[in-house]
């Protein structure tokens, strides 16, 4: 049955005349009564009492109305839900970011729950290359991750990030670059396992092979939090992104390194095949946002 039949009887059963229920539902009064007509054909008997002072339900008019109502009320609900849906304020999010995205992932999601709080939203950690696979795989909507990626994905820049050096305080490298070399090859490497961080180990391995350093490395972590832990016990120094002085322990130092190698960009990440109204908010979103230097 059309919902529209529907509706006008709830509204004439409310209104109690045909004018005034035509006038609320904005349509003129022949083609709300033709509604009606319509809605007592399909039940097979009159549903009001038509008269002078206005229109009545009849017996069967009233037997009918509350589930009419009920009807019409989750239509009512449903249409206002799906036009959420489709506006993008609606839905849930996966998204995933890793530590060089620290900064500006949890942000991002704060102004969004703010424009738009029906929106559930995940956060994973994770390393960009799983990110990467993740968006591939729509299992994630939104990814944070360090670029470029793959061209069959779509991403915006959104923060630079660099290479520093981690030392406990009683190994401070040398301000000029010049003397890094020597310096890093004298002092023993603690690195983040190139299964958990394949683009952070690739990147520091460019930038060593660009100045020249063979570090020996002594020890290897499966998390960047474990990484600085045993540089702060002393064990060695670490490669790690400059954003990491977020979570380090108070007593490790940050050089930053110089250098093409030493720098790269995060962006945020989306497969255009699953770009979803609530992905496209959250972009929207995302663009309202100063920028953020790591």
Not at 100 to 119: E, K, L, N, Q, T
Not at 133 to 162: M, N, Q, Y
Not at 256 to 274: D, H
């Amino acid at each position: 049955m059309d919902i529209r039949l529907l509706r006008a009887f709830v509204e004439a059963a409310d209104r109690q005349t045909f004018s005034e229920a035509a006038t609320a539902l904005s349509i003129t009064q022949p083609a709300f009564t033709k509604q009606i007509q319509q809605i007592e054909s399909l039940v097979g008997t009159p549903l009001f009492h038509r008269g002078r002072h206005g229109a009545v339900l009849t017996a069967a008019g009233a037997e009918l109305m509350s589930e009419a109502r009920a009807i019409v009320d989750l239509a009512t609900r449903f249409e206002a839900r799906a036009k959420r849906v489709g506006d993008g304020e609606e839905g849930h999010l996966t998204i995933g970011f890793g530590l060089s995205s620290i900064g500006v992932a949890p942000r991002a999601v704060a102004a969004f729950r703010v424009s738009s709080p029906r929106v559930s939203v995940r956060l994973e950690d994770m390393s960009s290359s799983a990110q990467v696979d993740g968006v591939r795989r729509e299992e994630l909507d939104i990814g944070f991750t360090r670029l470029p990626v793959p061209h069959d994905l779509r991403a915006v820049s959104v923060l630079s990030d660099h290479l520093a050096i981690a030392h406990p305080g009683h190994w401070v490298p040398p301000a000029d670059d010049t003397a890094l070399p020597h310096w890093l090859d004298e002092h023993p490497l603690v690195r983040l396992s190139v299964g958990r961080g394949p683009g952070l180990a690739a990147q520091a391995a460019r930038y060593v092979a660009d100045v020249g350093a063979q570090p020996t490395i002594v020890q290897e972590a499966d998390d960047l939090q474990t990484v600085l832990a045993l540089v702060a016990a002393g064990i060695g120094i670490g490669i790690v992104p400059e954003s990491a002085r977020n979570i380090a322990p108070r007593h490790v130092g940050m050089r930053r390194l110089r250098g093409a190698s030493a720098s790269w960009k995060v962006g945020v990440v989306w497969n255009p095949r699953n770009e979803t109204p609530v992905v496209r908010s959250f972009l929207d979103a995302l663009a309202t946002l100063p920028p953020v230097e790591a």
